[in-house]
């Protein structure tokens, strides 16, 4: 049974910083991109990161690029989400998910497996 548990959510202030992490089990993803999203209270799950089986490739939604840095290690079957300088508008649950196929994808709907979310809160 697959299994993504993601860890290294809370709450911080406006301008900290949180890292999540996503850990696999159950198989491995080689060569499987992962992802990044989040779902505010009222709004659609929205796309954050997704990187690249090597690493070689990662991609941002704009409002998170140059703050948020997704890594992995896949040693460990595991991928990160460094987030800083965080704002009152990045609050959400944050979920990682693998997509179908060896390509990051933008739509929540092209992703097969999915995280139970982690609760991110930023207060001003």
């Known amino acids: 049974q697959v299994q993504l548990v993601e860890s290294g959510g809370g709450a911080v202030q406006a301008g900290g910083s949180l890292r999540l992490s996503c850990a696999a089990s159950?198989?491995?993803?080689?060569?499987?991109?992962m992802g990044w999203f989040r779902q505010a209270p009222g709004k659609e799950r929205a796309f954050v990161a997704c990187?690249?089986?090597?690493?070689?490739?990662?991609y941002y939604a704009d409002s998170v690029k140059g703050r948020f840095t997704i890594s992995r290690d896949n040693a460990r079957n595991t991928v990160y989400l460094q987030m800083n300088n965080l704002k009152p508008e990045d609050t959400a649950d944050y979920y990682c998910?693998?997509?179908?196929?060896?390509?990051?994808?933008?739509?929540?709907?092209?992703?097969?497996?999915w995280g139970q979310g982690t609760q991110v809160t930023v207060s001003s």
């Open positions: 159950g198989r491995t993803f080689s060569g499987n991109p």
């Open positions: 990187i690249t089986w090597s690493a070689d490739n990662t």
């Open positions: 998910a693998v997509p179908w196929g060896t390509r990051c994808n933008m739509a929540y709907t092209n992703y097969a497996y």
